[in-house]
Structure formats: C-alpha cells, structure tokens
C-alpha cells in the first residue's frame, strides 16, 4: 500500500522522509526544543487525513459532474476530558454546492479510507533491522 522511510539529519529533531519519489522533513516547534524545520509528527497526522479528504472529494465531485471550485479543508486537533483525540474538520469550497450535495459530501468525507483507519486504528509492529538493512 505504502512505504516510508525517514532518517535523521544533523539537526536535532529533524528528521528527512521519502516515499522513493518525493522528501520533506518533519521536525518539532522550537517550544520542543526542534527548529521548526518542517510539520511536527501530529501535523502530519492531520495533513494525511486532509489530503485524503481533498482527493476523495474532488474524486466524488468529478464522478457526480459537480463542480467543488476551489476546495479547501482545516483540521484541528484536541484531546477531550478522558485524553482522546479530537479531530475536527471544516470544509470550504467555492463552487455551487447545494444544501443536499454538502450533505452528500459530508456523508462521504465521513468515509474517506484514511478516516476509517483512523477511527478503527491500526495493528503497529516494530522490529530491529538485520545487518545491511
């Protein structure tokens, strides 16, 4: 499905992740003792929920020949009373929506395949690498 790899740099905090094909750096707030270099890690968690959100929408306009115009989605995080995280989205677009396909929208942003793993959550192994690996 995918595959990451991510490795330090000489900076502290920062840390170089690529897919094969494309890179960028994750990297913690100075108030973390980090240089901001980059999008912290629960950032990324956020960022990765919302470009799914943003490519099933946009794939679910064009299959329904609706035009979202220009979309755009802000999440937020917070942890609520018992210490679990809240994610809250606000979606906008500027094309002529009507009240029934925003409600249509929002029913499949709800089941977007990032959304779903993140609700149900995910079996995480870790393992030592063998040598040359």
Known sequence: MAHVTIESTDTDYAHAISNGKHQLIADEPPSLGGQGAGMAPFDLYLASL???????????????????????????????????????????ASGPLSDEQWDRLLDVVSRTPVTLVMREGATITSERATEGR
């Open 50 to 92: 919302a470009s799914c959100t943003a490519i099933t929408l946009r794939m679910y306009a064009q299959k329904k020949g609706w035009d979202l115009g220009k979309f755009s989605a802000e999440l937020t995080s917070s942890r609520d009373e018992a210490g679990k995280l809240q994610v809250h989205r606000v979606l906008a």
